[in-house]
């Protein structure tokens, strides 16, 4: 995972989907670690120093895909190819541009009366919360941290649906697939 809040999210993720139903068993009740460990510049240095290597473990990446487009082609996904890594065995990069974008504009502006926030699937929603006139309310760059826990399973499920399926149950089964 990119970051702390990556990590979290999608532990917590784990948990309302496997209460719902979706999944049979969270990250942690599989003992799967979801780390931290930066974006894509970032694992340049643990192909370097050869690290999934020797940690003789099984790893998946999923990294956020920074697209600000539906059509444009992910940095991640192709600095990712090119260092080997082969997509949905080795890694999966966001469908959506970063984990925000997964709370529902609708969603957020439930939870912060008063936000009238509107943004796509491939805005900067971190850049639109930092700036935005209750910045305090909404999280600003940590609007992840202070509310993606407030999402219902539903507003969940949705934000993750696409027209083939589920993506938070893709990458489940894709990270379970390496026990």
Not at 14 to 29: A, L
Not at 30 to 39: M, N, S, Y
Not at 50 to 56: E, G
Not at 90 to 99: E, G, P
Request: hydrophobic share 35%.
């Amino acid at each position: 995972m990119e970051g702390i809040d990556d990590a979290n999210a999608l532990n917590h993720i784990s948990s309302i989907f496997k209460d719902n139903g979706k999944i049979d068993g969270t990250f942690e009740e599989k003992d799967i670690v979801t780390l931290p460990i930066g974006g894509c510049d970032s694992i340049i240095h643990w192909v370097t120093l050869d690290l999934l290597r020797k940690l003789t473990k099984p790893y998946f990446i999923y990294l956020d895909s920074d697209k600000k487009t539906h059509d444009e082609e992910s940095y991640n996904k192709t600095k990712l190819e090119t260092l080997g890594f082969i997509e949905n065995r080795d890694f999966l990069v966001s469908r959506k541009r970063a984990l925000e974008n997964y709370i529902p504009s609708n969603a957020l502006n439930r939870i912060v009366d008063g936000a009238n926030i509107n943004y796509g699937d491939y805005d900067d929603v971190k850049r639109l919360c930092k700036t935005h006139k209750m910045a305090g309310n909404l999280g600003g760059k940590n609007v992840v941290e202070r509310h993606l826990r407030n999402l219902t399973f539903e507003e969940l499920s949705e934000s993750y649906q696409y027209e083939n399926g589920n993506e938070f149950v893709d990458i489940y089964n894709a990270v379970v697939s390496k026990l």
